[in-house]
């Protein structure tokens, strides 16, 4: 991985950088995926998807517990432009969600965290988005607000803030009464997630969780039967080492480029 970051450092195609940054990021190593992003960002700063790169670099950045930089680069993003499927709305509730961590270290910010998500009720409330008579403290604890973004993250690849947003979802879910349904299923998505950041002892974890049945596994019948036989699988590939390479994952720019990364990278990849 040394050679791979020299020579991504010395790249002059900012698509190189994004691959390498993503395959930094499925091998768990986020301190590499954000050099990589930084060095997009400072190299390539017209480049069309600017804003989409310095979101990105600004969950890398949460995620290495950098949260003052994170907060100026998401900042950056919404003036640039975010990527799909995030509107404006869920950045500040994501900025909201950085604040709530740095607050574990610096209490003040905890106050910071509640502004960006009052923000974001409020501006929901304004625009008639919401269902129900919600007010802020039954909104913010809604498990499925949470579980809405998670699933933006996800579909959007990022499986970092993807794990983040589940989990908080799962908090909320598990005391909820009505909630305990859709359990099995968030920690099916957490695990899945947890793979793709390079944590396969936390996603067996997860979906262990899932085939025990916590929530129901799929709610069953026929769907939920179907859920559980694909969570098996999964299972099955990922005990028995022969899962697919992570690295299939990412979007390379070109084949030459993807096998030329191949040969730095650990075999079992």
């Known amino acids: 991985m040394r050679y791979c970051n020299r020579s991504a450092q010395n ?3 900012p698509n190189n950088l994004l691959a390498s940054a993503a395959v930094s990021q499925f091998l768990g190593d986020n301190l590499l995926a954000s050099k990589n992003l930084a060095q997009i960002v400072e190299n390539f700063p017209k480049i069309d998807k600017i804003g989409a790169v310095q979101f990105q670099n600004a969950l890398v950045l949460k995620q290495l517990r950098n949260y003052k930089e994170a907060v100026g680069s998401i900042q950056k993003a919404m003036t640039k432009g975010l990527p799909h499927p995030y509107n404006a ?26 502004k960006a998500y009052y923000k974001v009720f409020n501006s929901l409330k304004k625009e008639k988005a919401l269902e129900g008579d919600f007010d802020f403290d039954n909104w913010i604890n809604d498990g499925l607000v949470w579980l809405g973004l998670a699933e933006k993250a996800g579909s959007a690849g990022h499986y970092g803030l993807a794990c983040d ?3 908080c979802a799962l908090e ?3 005391e909820d009464e009505g909630g305990e349904s859709a359990v099995g299923l968030i920690l099916f998505e957490l695990a899945k997630a947890t793979y793709r950041c390079g ?12 085939i ?7 709610g069953g019948g026929r769907k939920g039967s179907v859920i559980l036989a694909e969570m098996n699988n999964i299972m099955d590939v990922w005990a028995g080492g022969t899962e697919s390479k992570i690295v299939s994952l990412v979007k390379f720019p070109s084949k030459k480029f993807m096998d030329r990364l191949l040969l730095l990278l650990p075999g079992d990849l």
Request: aromatic share 10%; hydrophobic share 40%.
């Open 165 to 167: 947003l589940f989990e």
């Open 89 to 114: 709305l869920d950045a500040v509730f994501i900025m909201g969600r950085i604040y709530e961590n740095w607050a574990v270290e610096e209490e003040d910010k905890e106050q910071m965290s509640h």
């Open 212 to 218: 025990d049945g916590e929530g129901g596994g799929g």
């Open 11 to 13: 790249a002059t195609n």
């Open 199 to 210: 944590d396969l002892s936390g996603a067996m974890g997860f979906l262990e969780r899932a």
């Open 172 to 174: 909320r879910l598990e």
